[in-house]
């Protein structure tokens, strides 16, 4: 299927478009267009193109509005050393989209046209790209069950969309060592649930204890397990990381409470590439306290798409807080948060073929 071209007829003028481009705020510059796909029981998959972005208007009995079956991804392009764009593993969110699709009984957007849709818009709207060292088109494609109706069931519409956001950094101010507040009272995810899933409803329940970090003076929050509340999970949008004075590495197993992060696939791969040990376990609060207070355990990061990766300098619970490492950036985080940037960027050999060119 080919999305057919629909030019904004009042795009942002170019002076106006490139004073917003100097220090966008994450997720609020946006661009002049969007994609939209629509799908019915009887039609399938029809009527994709891009178009003027604008307001959607929906009937108050909306299923997602009342059965929140909804579904997102996130992904950028990014501009080339050589002037050309492309897109960091686009299939990878593809197939993670089939996934959420899938668990939250939706039907399965084909790898074509979830990508079709993406090439679309960014060739689109490719002079939305921040200039800068860390600018980036921000991509977020999803999917919302559109049926109106008030009965418990699947919805037999939905429509698709992807819209385009200009980003820089997604910290104010650069990169630099974030503070996590543990939650005991709240979980993100239990067996059986959406964890794995990328839906709203996995952002909406991290809120509150987002909120309770931030009035603790922390900047995010991290999650235990919900049967023992005794296994680190992951933050309320992020994977977490762990390393040690012997060089390995530990991030929590994917067992279905957690969100199969990209970017966290891409940093086992490149750290097992250069020969470092990285396992999939199981590790406890208790043992994270543990080991950083005796040095044993010297860096741990975050990371995810958005803010790609970010070094952990505090953790704080209801009775206890503990440093990691020096407090600040490590040599390890450093290392893999340039790698990576490279790679994305093109200024570097791209040994999995992960770069998709664009235009």
């Not at 239990?190 to 909120?211: D, E, I, M, R």
């Not at 235990?224 to 680190?232: G, M, N, S, T």
Request: with cysteine.
């Amino acid at each position: 299927m080919n999305f057919a071209f629909e030019p904004n007829p009042s795009p942002v003028p170019a002076n106006e478009r490139a004073a917003r481009l100097v220090d966008p705020v994450f997720g609020r510059v946006h661009t002049d267009h969007m994609a939209i796909l629509r799908y019915s029981q009887e039609k399938g998959w029809h009527d994709g193109k891009i178009t003027a972005r604008t307001t959607l208007t929906v009937d108050p009995a909306t299923a997602v509005l009342h059965y929140a079956q909804e579904i997102f991804e996130g992904l950028k392009a990014y501009r080339m050393e050589d002037g050309t764009t492309a897109l960091f593993r686009p299939l990878a969110n593809a197939q993670r989209f089939r996934n959420s699709a899938q668990r939250m009984a939706m039907p399965e957007l084909p790898d074509d046209l979830f990508l079709g849709s993406i090439e679309a818009l960014v060739r689109a709207d490719r002079d939305w790209i921040p200039t800068g060292p860390d600018g980036s088109l921000y991509l977020r494609p999803f999917m919302i069950a559109s049926e109106a109706f008030l009965g418990v069931k699947p919805s037999a519409d939905y429509l698709y969309m992807v819209l385009a956001s200009s980003v820089g950094s997604y910290w104010k101010g650069g990169v630099k060592p974030v503070s996590l507040w543990v939650s005991h009272d709240y979980s993100r995810a239990a067996p059986g649930g959406t964890g794995a899933a990328k839906c709203g409803g996995n952002y909406a329940t991290s809120l509150v204890a987002q909120a309770e970090a931030i009035r603790r003076g922390c900047d995010q929050v991290v999650f235990l397990d919900a049967a023992e509340r005794r296994w680190i999970e992951e933050l309320g949008g992020m994977n977490i990381f762990f390393v040690f004075d012997d060089g390995s590495v530990v991030t929590p197993p994917l067992t279905g409470t957690i969100l199969p992060g990209i970017t966290r696939d891409s940093i086992i791969t490149l750290m097992r590439d250069q020969g470092l040990t990285v396992r999939e376990e199981l590790y406890g609060i208790d043992q994270w306290r543990a080991d950083a207070e005796s040095g044993r355990l010297v860096e741990s990061f975050a990371c995810g798409t958005a803010a790609v990766i970010t070094p952990i300098g505090k953790v704080s619970g209801p009775d206890y807080a503990f440093q990691i490492g020096s407090g600040g950036m490590g040599q390890t985080t450093q290392r893999f948060l340039e790698q990576l940037g490279a790679i994305q960027r093109g200024r570097t050999a791209d040994p999995h073929n992960w770069l998709h060119r664009v235009a």
